[in-house]
């Protein structure tokens, strides 16, 4: 079983920046991948961005591309998303996910969830 724990949501600006952490517990030496992932209202969850654990390969939508930045501490078992330039699109819950074989997924496990909302 692994744990996952999401922080640093919050309301921005549109050009504004914010950076997600996801802290995991349990059985962590298994994850091959994390990820985030985000759901906005009325949408299907949509992935965001994903980095391999042991080797810190990192893949992201062509969305967030070059505004996102996806990280992790080993140490500290967190996995981070630093998120520029901000737009009210990006408006969403993001949720960190992990443990799957592939970066896209699908993953085992989900954490609660973080509220994003960029102003207009």
């Known amino acids: 079983q692994v744990q996952l724990v999401e922080s640093g949501g919050g309301l921005v600006q549109a050009g504004g920046s914010l950076r997600l952490s996801c802290a995991a517990s349990?059985?962590?030496?298994?994850?091959?991948?994390m990820g985030w992932f985000r759901q906005a209202p009325g949408k299907e969850r949509e992935f965001v961005a994903a980095?391999?654990?042991?080797?810190?390969?990192?893949y992201y939508a062509d969305s967030v591309k070059g505004r996102f930045t996806i990280s992790r501490d080993s140490a500290k078992n967190t996995v981070y998303l630093s998120m520029n330039s901000l737009k009210p699109e990006d408006t969403a819950v993001y949720y960190c996910?992990?443990?799957?074989?592939?970066?896209?997924?699908?993953?085992?496990?989900w954490g609660q969830g973080t509220q994003v909302t960029v102003s207009s």
């Open positions: 980095i391999s654990w042991s080797g810190g390969f990192t």
């Open positions: 996910a992990a443990d799957s074989s592939r970066a896209y997924g699908p993953y085992e496990y």
């Open positions: 349990g059985r962590t030496f298994s994850m091959h991948y």
